[in-house]
């Protein structure tokens, strides 16, 4: 039997047709920061799996960003109470200790002052996308594939970084709907083969909960992204697997095809409107 999705992020969504992307974030309680549970041995056991396979792909960073890594590697390590490897870059050595991919914002001079860049990351289970062409790009370009994103919300999100401080942090959920189990799903060519024309049923709904937090010393924001992957019909409630289906029906072809759904959202709403499935 697999257990019910920890999150229902698209419960928060639309109610009718109309889409909007959200920033959603809701301050965050720092003993929350890492989020433990019953799958997070298993995800530790992937991530240095994954590390030892593709060390190049789910890790990069740029030069320079030492001081910013070490003070956030330095917090992470006190607050789950272990060491960090010392031969390792220290935002990898971070991400060794907690089942959370991580990603360090820093701050480079700009043609309007300072501005947040990707200055590095260590991500084991990117959702489609490529680590690497990230690398020194502001928020706005690293949003740029998201159809409707930076329409929608790049004013709101530049306010939101110039005014998050240390002492506030937050968090945020996103999720998605795709046609595998497997958490490690780059666009590089190393994961693995894609199933040939899935049927609803054998969708997997994949939610990602963000923490947001700033560091004093080097002003560095570290995002942390949790993944949860679970078989679609574990969303088991009628009201549940009904927002899910306006939430599918209300996303313009544009974002069903960045959600790489184009083909798929007619099929999956039809299935989550049929009887709830047992478990």
């Known amino acids: 039997m697999s257990?019910?999705?920890?999150?229902?992020?698209?419960?928060?969504?639309?109610?009718?047709?109309?889409?909007?992307?959200?920033?959603?974030?809701?301050?965050?309680?720092?003993?929350?920061?890492?989020?433990?549970?019953?799958?997070?041995?298993a995800a530790l056991a992937y991530k240095t799996e994954?590390?030892?396979?593709?060390?190049?792909?789910?890790?990069?960073?740029?030069?320079?960003?030492?001081?910013?890594?070490?003070?956030?590697?330095?917090?992470?390590?006190?607050?789950?109470?272990?060491?960090?490897?010392?031969?390792?870059?220290?935002?990898?050595?971070?991400?060794?200790?907690?089942?959370?991919?991580?990603v360090l914002m820093?701050?480079?001079?700009?043609?309007?002052?300072?501005?947040?860049?990707?200055?590095?990351?260590?991500?084991?289970?990117?959702?489609?996308?490529?680590?690497?062409?990230?690398l020194g790009l502001t928020m706005v370009e690293v949003h740029a594939p998201v159809a409707r994103l930076n329409d929608q919300l790049a004013v709101p999100v530049d306010r939101f970084f110039d005014r998050l401080r240390p002492d506030r942090s937050y968090w945020r959920l996103g999720w998605g709907i795709l046609?595998?189990?497997?958490?490690?799903?780059?666009?590089?060519?190393?994961?693995?083969?894609?199933?040939?024309?899935?049927?609803?049923?054998?969708?997997?709904?994949?939610?990602?909960?963000?923490?947001?937090r700033r560091f004093p010393a080097t002003n560095c924001v570290l995002f942390t992204i949790r993944t949860y992957v679970t078989p679609l019909d574990t969303v088991v409630t009628p009201a549940a697997r009904s927002r899910l289906a306006v939430a599918l029906e209300a996303m313009p072809d544009d974002v069903r095809g960045y959600k790489d759904l184009a083909h798929m959202a007619q099929g999956i709403v039809a299935h989550l409107q049929l009887t709830v499935p047992r478990t």
Request: hydrophobic share 35%.
């Open 179 to 212: 046609d595998t189990a497997d958490w490690y799903t780059p666009i590089d060519g190393t994961a693995a083969p894609r199933p040939a024309d899935p049927a609803p049923e054998e969708m997997f709904l994949r939610v990602e909960r963000e923490t947001l």
């Open 106 to 134: 820093v701050e480079r001079p700009g043609a309007n002052g300072p501005e947040l860049r990707f200055g590095g990351g260590s991500v084991c289970f990117p959702s489609r996308w490529d680590l690497r062409s990230k």
């Open 50 to 102: 994954l590390n030892q396979r593709h060390p190049d792909t789910v890790f990069a960073a740029l030069d320079g960003i030492e001081p910013e890594s070490t003070e956030i590697a330095e917090a992470i390590a006190a607050h789950v109470g272990a060491p960090l490897r010392d031969d390792l870059h220290p935002l990898d050595a971070a991400a060794r200790l907690v089942p959370e991919d991580l």
């Open 3 to 41: 257990s019910a999705p920890p999150y229902l992020p698209f419960m928060e969504g639309p109610t009718s047709g109309d889409f909007k992307w959200r920033l959603g974030v809701r301050p965050l309680d720092l003993d929350n920061w890492i989020e433990w549970g019953p799958d997070a041995p």
